[in-house]
């Protein structure tokens, strides 16, 4: 029995170390190897966990609401004159002491913001919405139907951007306070509230999950919104009102 | 002249900009930025861009070119009374011109340099116009060159057609060599006026014989001056072919070797039944041909040089940074193939060729990426502009505008229409549903006065919706109504007199079911226009069957009405 034992033993003691062998493997390759496939998973994780919070202030808003003007002077101190865009304009704000921050100039055109929307919602990480204060009241359908599709977009909705609303032009004489056009938005957002609840479904696409926004049997307010939605008056013509802006953004870093 | 340049990106930054009519009309200027964002919103945006490049608003007209490299637009705007015929030239050498000075910034696209580009667009725009007007002063003589280089080498060709063709001409470009050489000018011109009776007598009409030679003469005019021959002696030669015997005599005493030889009778002859006796000197004299075209090909070849220069100069460039740009010639053939593959799908022939040639528009001169080939990058532009125009420009939100309606106290008009069949009353009592089941007073006019039974199956899909929801649930009014006149009335006036009843019974939406009706159907569809210019519906529906190319044509048709 021992013997046999001994002669298992054997037969099984110079196999163990075979599975190198086996495959003719050398087995430092092998554990060098492993390591290096571990490395790359955890920076794929690492990568791909950075995106997913979104590191990108998006400037949005109706189209000839001053969001390129704006760009300009946020990044580079800059007065530009500007068309109408026809394509996103990217920048990198130069925050002091940290590393600069990527700003998207989302195109307001209708045509347009909902593809370059869906191209950087995933990039997210905070909103300036720019309202046009002297054309309110025409455009306030409009204005408040875009900020509410941006609000209750599902994946935006999930990563919870601060918001800035920017109430631009405040150098013309009929544009409206911060204020007024809080409580403007807030009223047709209330209304939007109503009837996108009741909208029929889309044919294509049935899994798309609804976002409610607000609070049941109250007034829609900005603040119940699980993020953070701040107002700031502004015009982007003069360099000197925009440092409260500068300051949040700044912040966001 | 000129009255603004502007280069911006497509991102709709300005990067410079020029403003001639600054000092004449003032506010001439403020037109220009609504015109240019009219003009982005149209051409770029709706992928109108069509292949002369203009966009015309009000007075302005605007001429523009997209540099799809950098992203950039150049446009220039002028009167549209006043057309400048020097801009496409402009546009050409300011876009090279910017693009060599700022390279390194578009590289970067760095919008935010400063451009100061005046001084060299000043330059530009003078060396242009200078140009331009050198070319008009030009232009008649050049002109002639050109046609006469196309006719002679026609005359050329149809000798060469000939049995004897090559020969003969050989002889009489051989002839001319010699002429030149020897220093007689008269001889060339007798062989000339050889060549053109030849032609005439090959052509064996008489009534055309003088038309040709007019046209020869125009043809040879040039060049007779390029060698430095007399017009005098020559013009009258053609004209009056018998009367230049004369001449003919004293051009004989100055050449007397040529001339015995090309004695105008005795060549005619010749031309005629013996055209061989133009053998001489055969060999030489068919390289000589060669030179002769071949230098008339250089000029082309020249000028065509000096247009590709800069070209060249760009292709160097675009080769130090890596990448190969797309041109015009490198697209076509994969976007003739995109256009089939439209069309086979059934989209409508015009909707794919202006689709496709603006693709091609914004993809000429745009950098190819490392990894991709051009059928991809095409596909990926055709696919962004489909999405771009497919994308609706303002949101339905029915609920909303009905509640609009209401605060206006008026009443919210839908109109049906579509082709007979495709589904407009079944849709109609479908919708009509969701607005009762969000407790809208809905009121459903029967303008469908031509289909037997369109408005008994009206009646029946109302009472069927008032089942659902009784009237006694809403006070003893009833939320669906039917407004109906029978058959045969005009349906414009039926659905007047509807929304006018609506409005009076304070009921939120107007449901308009019209016919049937097929887009070609001229008088029918006129009917359907008149309703929605007299109603002005706030939503027109138009039901379409899910046939893409079909419902284009049918939905544009509607649309024009």
């Known amino acids: 029995m021992d013997r046999a034992d001994a002669q298992a033993q054997k037969m099984k003691n110079p196999e163990e170390p075979d599975f190198f062998q086996k495959y003719n493997l050398d087995p430092q390759a092998v554990y060098t190897g492993v390591i290096f496939g571990l490395i790359t998973l955890a920076l794929i994780f690492v990568f791909t966990r950075k995106r997913s919070r979104g590191s990108t202030l998006l400037i949005c808003g109706p189209c000839e609401s001053g969001k390129t003007c704006l760009f300009g002077q946020l990044l ?27 700003v998207v100039d ?128 502004l015009s982007a013509q003069s360099s000197e009102t925009m440092d409260s802006l500068r300051k949040w953004a700044y912040g966001l870093a | 002249m000129l009255d603004f340049f502007s280069v911006f990106s497509r991102g709709g930054i300005l990067l410079w900009c020029f403003k001639g009519a600054e000092d004449i009309f ?51 705007g002028y009167q549209k009374m006043l057309p400048l015929y020097y801009l496409d030239k402009l546009l050409d050498e300011i876009q090279l011109r910017f693009r060599d000075k700022y390279l390194n910034v578009l590289k970067e696209s760095n919008f935010f340099h400063s451009f100061d580009f005046s001084a060299e667009f000043q330059r530009t725009l003078k060396l242009v116009e200078n140009d331009a007007k050198h070319s008009e002063n030009r232009r008649k003589t050049e002109m002639r060159t050109f046609e006469d280089s196309s006719k002679s080498k026609k005359s050329i060709a149809s000798m060469i057609e000939k049995k004897d063709g090559p020969g003969r001409g050989s002889h009489k470009r051989g002839e001319d060599q010699e002429a030149t050489a020897n220093g007689l000018n008269s001889s060339s011109v007798d062989d000339n006026k050889n060549e053109l009776d030849e032609e005439t007598r090959m052509a064996n009409l008489s009534a055309l014989q003088k038309k040709l030679v007019k046209k020869g003469n125009k043809a040879k005019s040039p060049k007779a001056d390029k060698k430095g021959k007399t017009k005098t002696t020559w013009d009258p030669f053609m004209f009056g072919g018998k009367g230049a015997t004369g001449e003919e005599a004293r051009n004989l005493e100055r050449g007397p070797k040529e ?46 040089a000096n247009d590709t220069q800069s070209g060249g100069l760009w292709s160097s460039l675009s080769s130090l940074v890596g990448s190969k740009s797309l041109t015009e010639k490198d697209i076509e053939p994969v976007i003739v193939k995109m256009q089939d593959h439209l069309i086979s799908k059934n989209v409508a022939s015009d909707v794919a060729v202006k689709l496709c040639e603006s693709v091609a528009n914004n993809l000429e001169g745009k950098v190819l990426g490392t990894f991709s080939t051009i059928h991809r990058t095409v596909k990926e532009s055709l696919n962004g502009s489909l999405m771009k125009l497919l994308t609706p420009k ?17 009443p919210y008009v839908m109109a049906f229409c579509g082709v007979n069949g495709v589904g407009k009353s079944t849709n109609l009592a479908k919708i009509c549903f969701w607005l009762i089941e969000n407790k809208c007073r809905v009121l ?60 009076n019974n304070r009921i939120d939406v107007v449901l308009v079911d019209t016919a049937g009706r097929m887009q070609d159907n001229e008088p029918l569809m006129r009917a359907l226009a008149k309703l929605i210019a007299v109603n002005a519906p706030d939503l027109v529906l138009f039901v379409g069957k899910l046939v893409v190319s079909v419902m284009l044509d049918e939905a544009r048709r509607h649309g024009q009405d």
């Not at chain 1, 580079?76 to 990527?102: D, F, I």
């Not at chain 2, 006036?493 to 009843?501: D, F, M, P, S, V």
């Open chain 1, 76 to 102: 580079h101190k800059k007065q530009l004159e500007t068309y109408t865009s026809a394509k996103e304009n990217k920048g990198h704000l130069s925050v002091p002491g940290r590393a600069p921050l990527p």
């Open chain 2, 394 to 410: 303002r949101r339905i939100d029915i609920i909303r505008d009905v509640m609009e309606a209401k605060a206006n106290k008026r």
């Open chain 2, 444 to 503: 459903i006019a029967a303008c469908d006065t031509f289909r037997a039974g369109a408005v008994e199956q009206l009646r029946t899909h109302t009472r069927r919706l008032n089942n659902l929801h009784p009237a006694s649930e809403n006070g003893g009014v009833p939320l669906v109504e039917l407004y109906e006149k029978g058959y045969g009335k005009d349906a414009a006036g039926i659905a007047l007199e509807a929304i006018n009843y609506a409005r």
């Open chain 2, 26 to 76: 003032a506010s001439d200027w403020a037109q220009f930025r609504p015109a240019v964002n009219a003009f982005i919103k149209t051409v770029l945006l709706q992928e109108m861009a069509s292949k002369n490049c203009t966009y015309e608003s009000g007075s302005l007209a605007l001429k523009y070119k997209l540099d799809n490299e950098f992203d950039l637009v150049f446009i220039a």
């Open chain 1, 106 to 233: 989302v195109p307001g055109h209708e045509r347009l913001r909902v593809k370059y929307l869906e191209e950087y919602k995933n990039q997210v990480k905070a909103i300036i919405y720019v309202v046009d204060s002297s054309t309110l009241q025409k455009q306030l359908r409009d204005t408040a139907e875009y900020l509410f599709n941006i609000i209750t977009n599902p994946i935006i909705y999930t990563k919870r951007p601060k918001i800035m609303v920017v109430c631009n032009k405040q150098d013309l004489s009929l544009a409206k306070g911060q204020n007024v056009i809080q409580k403007e938005l807030e009223k047709e957002m209330e209304l939007l509230r109503g009837t996108h609840s009741r909208t029929l479904q889309e044919t294509n696409d049935q899994n798309v999950e609804r976002v409610e926004i607000g609070q049941d049997g109250e007034e829609f307010q900005f603040r119940h919104l699980p993020m953070k939605v701040e107002f700031c008056e």
């Open chain 2, 259 to 304: 001339g015995a030889h090309g004695g105008i009778n005795d060549d005619h002859q010749m031309a005629q039944f013996v055209p061989d006796s133009s053998v001489i000197g055969a060999s030489a004299t068919i390289q000589q041909i060669e030179e002769d075209s071949s230098d008339d090909d250089e000029e082309l070849l020249s000028r065509k």
